[in-house]
């Protein structure tokens, strides 16, 4: 979670916090002094700050990892649950250090505890909701940005299991589905370290973006794939214990214009559609005609300023891609040696 994001939550969650104070404290009988705000402010920035740490050191590492992956309604009861203690703590202890009106001591109403259900299990939904949909997408149709479909710049990764086809046949398909969850667990905390948004698992393949305006977006990309590479290698012999195969993947980077809108009727997604898309699936294919891991774009290439440290770009010159008119220039991307 960035900071920056961290102190806009503990900001107006003091902000709503001093008037959810004031408000009880005039159900009490009055708010003496403002004692109310002061105490709603308190109890509001420290919950924010509580949560936001929680979230950060224990359902962000490798237990979070365990813990998102529980079926959904166990998830979100125990996100809940959690949430209540800690809000339901902080509450006790402003009463017991800023008492007022007849609540005294390290004591909570049942008004506050029906309220602070009602906000932990609502949050958690939403904040579920929007995991399940992806960061940004329940937004995003809430807000209706891709009501009417707009045209964006975006640095696309094409991200395919290699060799997935065997492994299925050995593995078994319910094996295999274990594996490949496990396989792309490993691809999107790489993308997601970077800055990178999932757009869309398709069997054994993961799209990624990186959405415009970053300023380093195309470095980004490319330290998202190594990264992947580097995860995957890392926990190689866990592959092998568990499996019986090591994962590995092919890689097409590429940037330029897309439209990006909601599509679909009975079920919605946000899609980007165009001709760059069509591309950089066909970068990504380029990869086993090539016998390259990692292929990029021209376009890709001069977008970034300096390439992240330990990796080497050398020029393919012009290939023909499958289903394309023109030959594209690309570039193989190496871990320097």
């Known amino acids: 979670m960035p900071p920056r994001l961290i102190f806009w939550i503990?900001?107006?969650?003091?902000?709503?916090?001093?008037?959810?104070?004031?408000?009880?404290?005039?159900?009490?009988?009055?708010?003496?002094?403002?004692?109310?705000?002061?105490?709603?402010?308190?109890?509001?920035?420290?919950?924010?700050?509580?949560?936001?740490?929680?979230?950060?050191?224990?359902?962000?590492?490798?237990?979070?990892?365990?813990?998102?992956?529980?079926?959904?309604?166990?998830?979100?009861?125990?996100?809940?649950?959690?949430?209540?203690?800690?809000?339901?703590?902080?509450?006790?202890?402003?009463?017991?250090?800023?008492?007022?009106?007849?609540?005294?001591?390290?004591?909570?109403?049942?008004?506050?505890?029906?309220?602070?259900?009602?906000?932990?299990?609502?949050?958690?939904?939403?904040?579920?909701?929007?995991?399940?949909?992806?960061?940004?997408?329940?937004?995003?149709?809430?807000?209706?940005?891709?009501?009417?479909?707009?045209?964006?710049?975006?640095?696309?990764?094409?991200?395919?299991m290699r060799g997935s086809t065997a492994i299925a046949e050995r593995l078994g398909e319910a094996r295999f589905l274990d594996f490949l969850n496990r396989f792309i667990t490993d691809v999107s905390l790489a993308i997601a370290e970077t800055g990178g948004e999932i757009h869309k698992y398709v069997g054994d393949e993961v799209i990624a973006t990186w959405a415009p305006g970053a300023a380093d977006a195309g470095a980004d990309s490319v330290?998202?794939?190594?990264?992947?590479?580097?995860?995957?290698?890392?926990?190689?012999?866990?592959?092998?214990?568990?499996?019986?195969?090591?994962?590995?993947?092919?890689?097409?980077?590429?940037y330029g214009p897309v439209v990006v809108g909601e599509l679909g009727y009975l079920k919605k997604e946000i899609a980007l559609i165009g001709d760059t898309m069509n591309t950089a699936a066909r970068i990504q294919q380029a990869c086993r005609d090539t016998g390259h891991r990692v292929l990029a774009s021209a376009a890709l290439i001069e977008r970034i300023a300096a390439l992240p440290a330990g990796i080497a770009c050398r020029a393919l010159g012009p290939l023909a891609l499958r289903g394309k008119e023109h030959a594209l220039e690309l570039f193989a991307l190496e871990a320097a040696r």
Do not use: K
């Open 223 to 254: 330290r998202a794939c190594f990264a992947a590479l580097d995860r995957l290698a890392a926990h190689a012999d866990a592959y092998e214990r568990d499996f019986g195969f090591r994962a590995d993947f092919r890689v097409g980077l590429h």
């Open 10 to 160: 503990t900001l107006s969650s003091a902000l709503l916090g001093a008037l959810f104070g004031h408000a009880q404290a005039l159900a009490q009988g009055g708010d003496a002094g403002g004692a109310g705000y002061w105490l709603g402010a308190v109890d509001g920035a420290l919950i924010a700050g509580v949560l936001s740490s929680l979230e950060i050191v224990a359902l962000s590492g490798a237990a979070g990892i365990r813990f998102r992956q529980m079926p959904f309604l166990i998830y979100l009861c125990l996100r809940s649950l959690i949430y209540l203690g800690v809000i339901l703590i902080v509450l006790a202890t402003g009463h017991w250090l800023m008492p007022i009106g007849d609540t005294r001591g390290f004591v909570v109403r049942r008004v506050e505890i029906a309220f602070s259900l009602g906000l932990a299990f609502g949050y958690n939904l939403l904040l579920g909701v929007n995991q399940l949909l992806g960061p940004g997408v329940l937004l995003a149709f809430v807000a209706g940005r891709y009501h009417r479909p707009r045209l964006e710049e975006r640095v696309l990764l094409f991200i395919d």
